[in-house]
């Protein structure tokens, strides 16, 4: 069984920065993706990344202020959000596959992690 479980969120001002950790038990991790929900919206994907990394994936509204990392010895993968603005709140959910190739899309994840709550004020 693969658990996941996201910590780093919390209230931060715009401009400011946060750094989302994701750490999965049992299995080594292929995909990998970050989604989030802000208050009264769809789950929408931010970026996704490879076991080695040599392919990723972000959302346009995030591309350039966020980063996707991970350390596979550790079986842990990172979201480091930069810029932030107020727009960019919500819950931020990862989520893991067994396969080697990542998505965008939702229903290619079997594993989800309970989300963390990022508060971006202005």
């Known amino acids: 069984q693969v658990q996941l479980v996201e910590s780093g969120g919390g209230l931060v001002q715009a401009g400011g920065s946060l750094r989302l950790s994701c750490a999965a038990s049992g299995r080594t991790l292929y995909a990998i993706g970050w989604f989030r929900q802000a208050p009264g919206k769809e789950r929408e994907f931010v970026a996704a990344?490879?076991?080695?990394?040599?392919?990723?994936y972000y959302a346009a509204p995030v591309k350039g202020r966020f980063t996707i990392s991970r350390d596979n010895a550790k079986n842990t993968v990172y979201l480091h959000l930069n810029s932030l603005k107020p727009e960019d709140t919500g819950v931020y959910y990862c989520?893991?596959?067994?396969?080697?190739?990542?998505?965008?899309?939702?229903?290619?994840?079997?594993?989800w992690g309970q989300g963390t709550q990022v508060t971006v004020s202005s």
């Open positions: 990344s490879s076991r080695s990394g040599s392919s990723i």
């Open positions: 989520a893991a596959d067994l396969e080697v190739v990542p998505s965008t899309r939702e229903g290619e994840y079997f594993y």
